[in-house]
């Protein structure tokens, strides 16, 4: 079994698509850990800003939650009407498109995919937050961490969304049960406390105030909690995943994802408020997370404590599997446009799109590496291109009920998706205002830059739609229908070029060979007579005897080592003495051979490909004879591969 195979799992048919789709079981973890990991670092991020004021910001705590938790279920009821209205993949992307046009669909795939590489970076630097919380000895790796989850969580995700969401299951739902019981057990106690409860093991203390708080401070801790609704609407964007009913499961995901991550959201602010709970710089040493204290002030650090906060640093570092699994379905969507490169479309041997997986996983990783993994040097990054995908899919909801418009019901419906789009518009401008010189600007410049690549790569597209579609509707003139002229780039005289001289002589009468001295540099021997006494011998005398035109063989100095210019030289020449006739370029290549020997060739052959093609003009062809490396029994395993289910 090859490396491939033993991490990835065998190639799967186009027939197995159906087996592959989710239900709710596998649609929360697969699809909301977004959500729900965003309940440990969007209430620490409002805390963060809320910190200058000391304890006097605990007390906004709450009107801030609930403020966020109004806007959460206009989302959730928006959210849910789109799934019905579009249940193949109705992500902001589709109904932006479809309802605003395209500019306006091309700005919320833009602002989507860029919060989808930051919600990639922020969980899982989130997640090493909390392990470093836990484990302070571990607080100097905090980057090494990072990326060696993120390239666990990729190779998951190579492996199917079916398989993502199973082996996440357990940490997803270990989570949600571990924090609602500290929550539950927290919030008795406050209660029977009179809202006073005695911690067991006391946070630390509270910084002095070094401001008032304002309005502005207030908009501000808002703009940073609404961090814990980004991944609302991956449900949407990933309707496709889901099986029959769609719509069904769909809902059902939507629903238990919003309904636990605002219990969750509403118990955490509630007990921090309590037990006195603030945020801590997590680039200081000793630095606690925000739930870390609070499951301490509730329970203690017993093994309750490390099985609660493993859980957390599982679900805030495999957070970022929201991402994974909305990221290439929409890149694929994008991409079936003609906006993205067509590799993005193409599913990998486990049925995902494996190449939006590992771009994803790029420019996640270069996040991680420029912001050194640390979460508050992202978050204020965050949200911004959420709540413009929000505000985008919401307007365009309110403009396809207004479209339809045929009673009662779709003018409640075009009131529920006018009012989102409202609201999170609202919302979009108080983050923008709030985090502007905090870091916002920085998505504000990606988005517009990935929008203009994205128009760019369509115009390529079209261009080359254009070129290559023009005449194709013309019959072929065939009347004038010479051979073409054959050259063959001649290192030495081996069995590779044997058999390339045999492919050339069928394909042509007018063969000729080119040597090139000089290009193993001053200090190499030269073999110019002895390559012409093996031509003369086993080529020239042959074809001669068979009655064939004799192949003609050049040598040429090369003095600065270069293959291309006189190759493109002789190209020419060949064309003066065959006026109208092709020329095929035939090279050798070695093919396959085992994963290591790539390091131990030169490939010059592929190089060399590649600069024909570019340089050597419309009448000019590359013929490649691959000489193959592979064992039988290697052979015979890629056969047994590619059809593992043939019956």
Not at 178 to 199: C, K, M, N, R
Not at 222 to 242: D, H, L, Y
Not at 459 to 476: H, I, T
Request: hydrophobic share 50%.
């Amino acid at each position: 079994m090859s490396l491939t195979s033993l991490l990835l799992g065998r190639r799967l048919a186009n027939r197995e698509a159906e087996g592959r789709k989710i239900g709710v079981l596998e649609g929360v973890p697969a699809m909301g850990l977004d959500g729900l990991g965003s309940a440990s670092y969007g209430p620490e991020a409002m805390l963060t800003v809320l910190a200058v004021t000391g304890a006097a910001g605990l007390g906004a705590v709450q009107p801030i939650t609930w403020a966020i938790l109004a806007l959460l279920a206009i989302l959730f009821l928006s959210y849910w009407q789109t799934i019905a209205a579009y249940p193949s993949n109705g992500g902001s992307y589709t109904v932006a498109r479809e309802n605003l046009g395209h500019d306006a669909g091309l700005l919320a795939a833009s602002a989507l995919m860029v919060d989808y590489m930051l919600n990639v970076a922020v969980g899982i630097s989130a997640g090493v937050g909390a392990l470093t919380s836990a484990v302070p000895v571990l607080h100097p790796y905090t980057l090494p961490l990072c990326l060696l989850v993120l390239a666990a969580i990729t190779v998951v995700n190579l492996r199917g969304t079916k398989e993502s969401g199973l082996a996440l299951a357990v940490p997803t739902y270990l989570f949600i049960v571990s924090l609602a019981f500290i929550l539950a057990a927290g919030a008795w106690a406050a209660w029977t406390a009179g809202g006073q409860p005695q911690p067991v093991v006391a946070p630390p203390g509270h910084s002095e105030a070094a401001g008032a708080l304002t309005l502005w401070l207030l908009l501000r801790a808002f703009a940073a909690g609404c961090t814990a609704m980004t991944g609302v609407e991956a449900v949407s964007n990933g309707v496709g995943a889901f099986k029959d009913p769609t719509v069904r499961h769909a809902r059902g995901t939507l629903a238990a994802i919003c309904l636990v991550l605002g219990l969750l959201l509403l118990g955490i602010a509630y007990l921090a408020r309590g037990y006195g709970v603030t945020a801590m710089d997590q680039t200081a040493d000793g630095y606690q997370s925000v739930l870390s204290q609070l499951v301490a002030a509730v329970w203690g650090r017993g093994w309750v404590y490390y099985v609660t906060v493993g859980s957390v640093l599982a679900v805030l570092c495999l957070s970022a599997n929201t991402s994974f699994v909305g990221f290439p379905r929409l890149c694929r969507q994008v991409a079936a446009d003609g906006y993205l490169p067509k590799a993005f479309a193409l599913p990998g041997r486990r049925l995902v799109y494996a190449v939006g997986v590992l771009f994803l996983t790029a420019g996640a990783g270069a996040l991680l590496a420029a912001f050194g993994g640390i979460t508050d040097r992202l978050i204020p990054l965050f949200a911004v291109g959420a709540f413009l995908s929000f505000t985008l899919s919401q307007g365009g909801m309110a403009v396809h009920w207004r479209r339809k418009g045929r009673g009662h019901a779709d003018r409640v419906r075009f009131g529920i998706n006018g009012l989102g789009a409202l609201s999170t518009g609202a919302a979009l401008a108080i983050i923008l205002v709030a985090k502007f010189t905090e870091g916002a600007w920085l998505t504000l410049l990606i988005i517009p830059l990935t929008f203009l690549l994205l128009r760019l790569t369509r115009r390529y597209y079209r261009d080359l739609e254009r070129q290559v579609l023009a005449g194709s509707q013309r019959s072929m003139d065939l009347r004038d229908h010479a051979p073409p002229c054959a050259l063959i780039p001649l290192e030495r005289w081996d069995r590779m070029a044997q058999r390339a001289v045999q492919v050339a002589a069928r394909l042509s009468p007018d063969v000729v060979a080119l040597h090139l001295t000089d290009l193993e540099g001053p200090d190499a021997a030269e073999h110019e007579t002895r390559l012409r006494g093996e031509w003369s011998r086993f080529v020239q005398q042959p074809a001669t005897a068979a009655g064939l035109p004799a192949p003609e063989l050049v040598i040429e100095p090369s003095p600065y080592r270069s293959v291309l210019a006189p190759l493109l030289r002789e190209v020419t020449e060949m064309q003066r003495r065959c006026p109208g006739r092709p020329v095929v370029v035939v090279l050798s290549e070695l093919a396959g051979g085992r994963w290591w020997e790539a390091a131990l060739h030169t490939r010059r052959a592929q190089r060399l490909r590649t600069q024909v093609l570019r340089h050597g003009g419309p009448d000019v062809s590359v013929l490649v004879v691959p000489w193959q490396l592979e064992a039988p029994a290697e052979t015979a395993q890629v056969l047994k591969e590619e059809e593992p289910q043939a019956a």
